[in-house]
């Protein structure tokens, strides 16, 4: 090498820098795991994205179930329509940590196979329940089967560290695809197969990922780090502001979006859309903040603004949240909101995860995903319930106000965190 340096200096450096650039890009075998668990994610995802756009409406048209055979108060209506669309995130919350210290000691493919299982048994559940209740009870049991927190430790187990982040990436960018496939492809499968053939579809769809989970082969390449216990995994987890910034975040953003789904599809339908209209408006505007997504995300990792484009992405969460606040009379602004919302929505999809495998250790990783989705889930359900009881005591304007309050008070932790980073860094 010494001698190719005097001879070429150039060929040398050139070397070199082929030599790193190759060191940061996934290897093909690492490409091949990631995308597969991306669409395992992906079509767990889509079946509980799927219904969002269609489930409101079609549990107001059920009885409660449960015994109840008086007409219901509209509050009554109200809050078990919020149950039934957040009660997976309910459930989920509890078993995101067990799932992921059981996935370290049974390991990770046995343990999504279970709640891979159980996700569909819920779903098949879901297609013959004919209540509000029943529905809910069905979608708790879709929320056991908790496997986002598995994925991603053996996202980490099948991948080097210094191209974790794009693996992580790719997982986010899945999730926020995804999202916007759901909420164009729901109402097209609501008129065709109805609200029973969704869910038989998300059950088939479960049970097809498990192929793909067998398919991969699992060789841990992060095992040079010494092992920790739980116990301080989870200590060395819970104390580091940095990480909480993200769980905080990831709260309020799935809280918001489920509370925008309590009453957005309605309003569509009370404005005389059809749900083909409400595919196309749903597919422009994905289309169109799907493409508004990309410098954005390219501004975050090539000049390494990553808090700058989450500050910018969580004002965009507000601003729709305003919009939608003072003006959800009409599509054109409905569409105007959505378009900011989901914007801020995809942007924030694909940074979060990236940042939450870049701030954490090794040997903390499976923890610190089990409290990150954990947290999530419980977004997903305080979402539902806070946008359900916020709309049947104060309206739609009351609904986004709450949201909007909600938005604003992560702009400002992430305001409170860069300054005091900022200042950390001077002395």
Known sequence: ?????????????????????????????????????ALVFALR?????????????????????????????????????????????????????????????????????????????????????????????????????????????????????????RAMAMIGMSIALTF??????????????????????????????????WSIPLTPLDS??????????????????????????????????????VVIPSRLLALQLTHQQSTLLYLIVILISMAAMVPLIIRAEKYGKMFATMRLA??????????LATQMGGVWVIAGALLVFFTGFNVLEAIQPS????????????AASGVYNTIQALGLFVGAMLGAWLNTHWGITGLFVGTTIMALTWLGAHQVFSSHTHTSAQH
């Open 45 to 165: 995802m889509f079946g509980l994205f799927v219904v969002l756009p269609v489930l409101a409406p079609y549990a107001l048209g059920l009885p409660l179930g449960f015994g109840f055979t008086n007409a219901p108060t509209p509050a009554q209506t109200g809050l078990a329509v919020g149950l039934a669309m957040g009660a997976y995130g309910l459930t989920q919350a509890f078993l995101y940590i067990p799932y992921g210290l059981a996935s370290d000691k049974w390991g990770r493919k046995p343990i999504i196979t279970v709640g891979l299982i159980i996700f569909a048994m819920g779903s098949f559940w879901a297609a013959r329940a004919d209540s509000i209740y029943g529905l809910a009870m069905a979608r708790a049991l879709q929320g056991m089967g908790a496997i986002s927190s598995v994925v991603v430790a053996m996202v980490a187990d099948t991948t080097r560290t210094e191209v974790r982040t």
């Open 1 to 37: 090498m010494y001698a190719l340096a005097l001879a070429n200096p150039h060929t040398l450096i050139h070397t070199m820098t082929q030599s790193v650039a190759t060191q940061n890009q996934l290897n093909p075998t690492e490409r091949s795991i990631s995308i597969r668990l």
């Open 355 to 366: 940042l939450l495998s870049k701030f954490t250790h090794p040997a903390t990783k499976g």
């Open 180 to 213: 916007a496939v759901s909420l164009i492809v729901g109402p097209i499968l609501f008129d065709w197969v109805g609200m029973h053939g969704i869910f038989v579809l998300i059950g088939v769809l479960a049970l097809l990922a498990l192929l793909l989970i």
């Open 314 to 323: 969580v004002a965009l969460i507000v601003l729709a949240q305003i919009l």
């Open 224 to 261: 040079h780090h010494a092992p920790i216990s739980s116990k301080k995994a989870m200590q060395l987890v819970l104390a580091d502001r940095k990480l909480w910034l993200l769980n905080f975040g990831v709260f309020i953003l799935h809280a918001v979006q489920m509370a925008m789904w």
